[in-house]
């Protein structure tokens, strides 16, 4: 069984310690932004397989798990598919790098689909666009 906890200001250095020497770049891997979108999202978070991973609840797709870093990857996806398949759900992760997608492919050869949802994808502004 998974244990998600709650993000907030007494579970910051569990957390920060999950997401130490990870190598994302993606601002969902970042305490400050768990911590100002939890309420919004209903975000909790959980240490699988020594994977720093979260999930939220989402309109779409019900419920979705930030993809698990840090630990080890293949045995959090199958903790996780495991858990949604009791919750009578299919796994769905967000948050997946290029990298990740490519180490998933490999461990789990045409289970997963992969959609990019150009939405929800990181920005970046240009400094002169802000300055006009």
Do not use: H
């Not at 949802?117 to 802000?130: C, G, H, Q, V, W």
Request: glycine share 8%; hydrophobic share 35%; charged share 30%.
């Amino acid at each position: 069984m998974i244990s998600f906890k709650d993000i907030n200001l007494e579970n910051r250095e569990e957390i920060q310690k999950l997401l130490s020497g990870v190598s994302e770049l993606g601002c969902s891997y970042c305490f400050g932004t768990l911590f100002f979108w939890r309420d919004y999202y209903y975000e909790q978070f959980a240490d699988v397989c020594g994977c720093f991973t979260s999930r939220i609840s989402n309109e779409q797709y019900g419920e979705v798990f930030l993809c698990p870093v840090g630990g080890d990857l293949e045995s959090a996806i199958e903790v996780l598919a495991g858990y949604a398949e009791e919750k009578g759900s299919r796994l769905t992760l967000g948050c997946v790098s290029e990298e990740n997608r490519k180490k998933i492919e490999e461990l789990f050869p045409g289970k997963f689909e992969f959609i990019y949802e150009r939405n929800d994808a990181e920005y970046i502004y240009l400094t002169e666009d802000l300055a006009e």
